[in-house]
């Protein structure tokens, strides 16, 4: 920009970048913007959380819900020879921006708060 345009026009051309740029995902994983996210209050209609931080685009969430359906299938099989239905296998993890990582802990925090209130040693 060196002078030449305005601060509004940067700001405009770095809200289009798309979610999986390093811009993007700086913002996603910030500490201080995630904080600052989880102490807002989230609506009740709140749509999808951003795609992924850096290095997740959409194939590789693709790829890894593939790998979940893939999982669910082994397991249906494996229920249909055996007598009693297989227990479900976890989900591969998926990745976490500040913002979920912030609201991680306060349900944490706020847990083990309850527990140290009735006295259950941890």
Do not use: N
């Not at 305005?6 to 995630?34: F, N, T, V």
């Not at 299938?73 to 921006?97: D, G, K």
């Amino acid at each position: 920009m060196r002078g030449e345009r305005p601060w509004s026009q940067l700001i405009r051309l770095l809200r289009q970048l798309p979610m999986w740029s390093h811009y993007q995902a700086a913002l996603l994983m910030d500490p201080e913007l995630g904080e600052l996210r989880a102490a807002e209050s989230e609506p009740e209609d709140a749509e999808l959380p951003p795609l992924s931080p850096l290095h997740y685009d959409l194939p590789s969430l693709l790829t890894l819900r593939h790998i979940d359906v893939t999982k669910e299938l082994i397991r249906v099989v494996a229920s249909v020879f055996a007598e009693s239905p297989a227990a479900p296998l976890p989900p591969e993890p998926r990745p976490m921006t500040a913002e979920a990582h912030a609201r991680a802990r306060a349900d944490r925090d706020q847990v083990l708060d309850v527990l140290a209130r009735l006295g259950v040693t941890y």
